[in-house]
Structures are given as C-alpha cells and as structure tokens.
C-alpha cells in the first residue's frame, strides 16, 4: 500500500463548470495505481467539484441556470464586501462538493460511462483554483 | 493494510428513495475488516446517493417532495431530450452526493442510531444502477 | 501506512454553523501523519457537515438565511412529529454534506487559507453531536 498526491492549478474562465477529467486521468495514470482511493480537493469556498454528464453541454448550462435561480445575486445579503456574485459563490459551493472520492479499479477512475468531474466557478471573473488530487492504493 | 471492492446492482422502481444500508453492511462483513474506510460511489449523473433517517418512512416522502419542487419537470430547460424528468435529474444528483465515505470501526459502519444509506433514483422509469463499494483497511 | 480514529462530542447552540477546525486539527497533529487521508464524518441526520469561509461572520449568517429561506419551518410537511423545524433539518443534511475528506500533507490538512470545517446544526434546540475522525497514512 503506497500513497501520492499533487495539486493541479486550473485557469478558469469565470462562472461555469470546467471539465477536469482528463487532467485528473493523466495524473493517474502516471502514478501508476492498479487499485486504490482517489480524493479530489478543491481549496476554496466560492468554487467546487462536482460529477456531471459530460455528453450533452446543455446539462451543464441549465446547471448554471438552475444555480443562478436559487442562489441569486439580486438579493441583500449581508456579505457582500467583494461583489454581488460573492455570496451566491458562496451558497453555490456550499450545496455542491468541496471533495470527491472515487475508486480506482484495473488502474482506472470507476466512473460511469456518462461521468465527467467538473470544477464549478461561482465567481463571475476568471480565477486560478487550485485542486488537490491525492490517491492511497497499491 | 489492504483493500477489496465490488460493485452492486440495484434495481430502482422509478423516482424516490431506496434503501441500501444492509446490501452494503453484507458485503463490508464478509470481507471482513476490523478498522477502515469504505466508500460508497454512484456511477451515475441522474441518480445519487444520501445519508438519511431510517426511522419514519414519511421522512423519504418529504424529501422527494422538496426536490421535486426545487427542481421541477414543469420547467423550460435547454436539455429536454430525454425527457421532462431527465434535466431535474440531474440537478438533483447535483445537489445531494455522488459519492460517500464512511469510517468502519470494530467492524461496522459508524453510523448513527437512525442513519441509512439511499440510493435516490431521480428519473421517473425504473432503472439498474451501479454502486460501487470499496474498502481500505485492516 | 496505518490508521486511527476518534469521536469528538460537539455541544451546538442551536441551529447554525459551528466551527470545529481546531478540533479536527489539534486531534490530527497528536496522531502524528506526514501524508494521508482524513474523513470527518457526521452521525446524525438533523445536523450536517459543510467546509466554508471563516474570515468573515456575515458568511455564516447569510447561509443560515439562505437554507432557511430554501427549506422554511411554514411548509405542511407530512413528517413533523418532532415539531417545526425537524423536517427542515433534514432537507437542510441532505443539501450539505454527512462526510467530507480531505487530504493531509506535511502533516497537515490541504485546506484553502479561507477555508474552515463547520458543523451545521439544523435544530432549533442545543445539542450534542459526534463527529466521527478517521486517518489513513503514513
């Protein structure tokens, strides 16, 4: 039993979902895991992980919207020394995930066919975030 | 320290709450560890998995009513190709977990007293889901 | 690579966030890990666990007024034996999160400068809750 980890550094293009998939796989693969635990960490808390279909972009896009509906910036919250869309960033993140587990079987992630892992950015301008990967396996 | 995985399939009966608390305590058993980590994961985008109470069934009920008027059919979305219910499946999956991690000591999960593990099947037909368990331990 | 657990005994005021960082870091610098993996586990179904920003208070405040605003006590739930706020409490768990994992390097939790663990309690009255801890590494 062995273990590893890294932190990726993903530039995002302001609020939405970002696909991470492939930078996790390749991250993976080199380390070289026939079966083990794979944790995805997301160090911040206006932005967050979550397990989405990656086959249709218009899942993604109604997410946003749904996310924009429930948690909107017109709204008088008390927190709002850095924008209006902070602390929608905020409840946004909160009702998603800030880590993901997921198993690693025959050297892979044991995704669904139609599983994708998204970085969600709930600011509205572009950030770099950073996401711990670590796995613990053999 | 070593590991083991399996994956279930569950049949679900359409939308709602499906408790898989003793499938899981079954499998943990006969592999037989003492102290150690299991992860419960959900290989799927419309359906999810929930920590809830096992006690009053009306609790389950409450739930899915919630969810249905967060996330409502009746609801122009942009990806509605699969159905009415498709979209809000996935929000839904979204909003509650894909996958779970539970510690296991002396040799059960440690749950609490009115703690149950839920698959939450959000689409409207039945449906055969794959949950993965994986365990590391001794 | 080994492993050990604990349960802390947290005293809540009633519904809100309470944070218990220093908890889960005082216990984890005692058991002594340079790398490895950490589950904080929740054991109750009425209060949740959720990472969040601990600079500033009105934080805490507004996701209070959001979850309350999202799943109020004025709503006919069929499930209210345990008075107003029970079934609330539920929807309110099943939209955060029963564990959270998170990764330790350098001996420490990888969390965000920003970033704090907060027991979310769901109840109006006190109580006591127990958290499970659990360490797998080296």
Chains 1, 2, 3 share one sequence.
Do not use: K
């Not at 927190?79 to 960033?89: L, W």
């Not at 997921?102 to 770099?128: C, D, K, N």
């Amino acid at each position: 039993m062995r273990q590893s980890h890294t932190t990726l550094t993903i530039g995002t293009r302001g609020r939405g979902l970002a696909e991470i998939t492939d930078e996790v796989a390749r991250w993976l693969a080199q380390e070289n895991y026939e079966t083990g635990l794979l944790t995805v960490f997301c160090r911040h808390t206006s932005a967050s992980l979550v397990i989405q279909e990656n086959a249709d972009p218009s899942v993604q896009r109604d997410l946003e919207d749904f996310f924009a509906r429930i948690a909107p910036e017109e709204f008088s919250y008390t927190h709002d020394t850095e924008g209006p869309d902070d602390m929608p960033a905020h409840i946004r993140a909160a009702l998603t995930q800030t880590s993901l587990s997921i198993p690693v079987i025959a050297g892979r992630m044991a995704l669904g066919t139609w599983q994708g892992i998204y970085l969600f950015e709930h600011r509205s301008a572009r950030h770099r975030r950073q996401i711990v990967l670590h796995i613990l396996g053999a």
